[in-house]
Nanobody, 112 residues
Framework: QVQLVESGGGLVQPGGSLRLSCVAS????????MDWYRQAPGKQRELVGG??NYADSVKGRFTISRDNAKNTMYLQMNTLKPEDTAVYYCHAYNHVLGRTYWGQGTQVTVSS
């Protein structure tokens, strides 16, 4: 049973924009905290941001939002840089329940 499904990745030129989407099951969307991670080749997976916090490397360029009617979380990425190239993952966790879910990931490539 798939709980998180990302979409919206692709190839974009430096300075361009992309919007990623993560559709969650209603249970996950309502009961879990959701955020975005990314993993670049040869690097560890890192937190991009949650509802109010962002990695220093993306502050001012990336924005996370939610559409409650669609059970969807978005990652709006502007002024993209080559170093933003990575697989982006939607993540949901509930510490009380002790459960974590990951999406399948979507590739973002920033290159001219």
């Amino acid at each position: 049973q798939v709980q998180l499904v990302e979409s919206g990745g692709g190839l974009v030129q430096p300075g361009g924009s992309l919007r990623l989407s993560c559709v969650a099951s209603p249970y996950i969307f309502e009961q879990f905290v959701m955020d975005w991670y990314r993993q670049a080749p040869g690097k560890q997976r890192e937190l991009v941001g949650g509802s109010t916090n962002y990695a220093d490397s993306v502050k001012g360029r990336f924005t996370i939002s939610r559409d409650n009617a669609k059970n969807t979380m978005y990652l709006q990425m502007n002024t993209l840089k080559p170093e933003d190239t990575a697989v982006y993952y939607c993540h949901a966790y509930n510490h009380v329940l002790g459960r974590t879910y990951w999406g399948q990931g979507t590739q973002v490539t920033v290159s001219s």
